[in-house]
């Protein structure tokens, strides 16, 4: 009823842990430090990075970029209806304000990396968001595979 909720993860990539890499427990947590909530309006999208030391003091830079989603509201819909004939319960549906109040979640793209590049984390997360929000057919498997690999040349060796 007060809209705090706890956060899940809906999906991650890779799918399993690395051996050199774990994947970060509770993330989510860290993800809202103002705790998971519902808000009445929708809030401008967020950034930020936040740094994590793991127990061999090795860094992990977490970025993330939380926006909002439209929910429907928990409060279940009722009015009132007089018995009579259909005619005056479509006048009374049509008065009563039936619509739940809407509200909006957070949602948030996290990006884990031992590298400090906050500017490529904010850009290759804006772009996941974008692919999501137009509702592009690109599968984010695909996504972020091309962000994440690189071909260097060999020296001396073809372009």
Sequence with gaps: GSGDGQG???????EKDWE????????????QPSGWQLFPERNPP????????DINSER?????FTFWEAVESPQPQSHARNG???????EEEASA???PAQLFAPKSLVLVSRLDHAEVFRNSLGLIYTIYVDGLSVSLENVIGNLLTCTIPITGGAQ
Excluded: K, S
Excluded at 46 to 53: D, E, I, R, S
Excluded at 60 to 64: M, R, V
């Design 8 to 14: 899940q993860i809906l999906q991650r990539f890779p």
């Design 20 to 31: 050199d890499n774990p994947f970060p427990q509770g993330i989510e947590l860290f993800c």
């Design 46 to 53: 967020t950034f930020f990075v936040a740094v994590l030391t």
């Design 60 to 64: 992990h830079y977490c970025a993330c």
């Design 84 to 90: 009579e004939g259909e005619e005056e319960e479509e």
């Design 97 to 99: 304000p039936v619509q």
